[in-house]
């Protein structure tokens, strides 16, 4: 069973950056997609940005032209870069893969954008 091994998450200051970082812990085959969502307490995991194993994104409103998300099919990882955080970005960020009818996630990190 494929997992997903997240990293960077942590605290910051609103107007800065943070590098979520997803790894799968094997080969993973086209077709796929990867991405992140987030989650609070009581609420429903939701989009953040998604990526095809062709490359082709997705993102939510709130994560436009502040987030980017990129994937790295050789080493069948995906990565989301944050920018200009918010407060409201506050969460619990989830990495999750979706391949052949299969759903796969990662534990979480959490990230903190306070002053």
């Known amino acids: 069973q494929v997992q997903l091994v997240e990293s960077g998450g942590g605290v910051v200051q609103p107007g800065g950056s943070l590098r979520l970082s997803c790894a799968a812990s094997?080969?993973?085959?086209?077709?796929?997609?990867m991405g992140w969502y987030r989650q609070a307490p009581m609420n429903q995991r939701v989009l953040v940005a998604s990526?095809?194993?062709?490359?082709?994104?997705m993102y939510h409103d709130s994560a436009k032209g502040r987030f980017t998300i990129s994937g790295d099919n050789a080493q069948n990882t995906v990565n989301l870069q944050m920018n200009g955080l918010k407060p409201e970005d506050t969460d619990v960020y989830y990495c999750?893969?979706?391949?052949?009818?299969?759903?796969?996630w990662g534990k979480g990190t959490l990230v903190t954008v306070s002053s």
């Open positions: 990526i095809t194993d062709e490359g082709n994104t």
């Open positions: 999750g893969l979706f391949i052949h009818g299969m759903n796969y």
């Open positions: 094997e080969r993973i085959f086209s077709p796929y997609v």
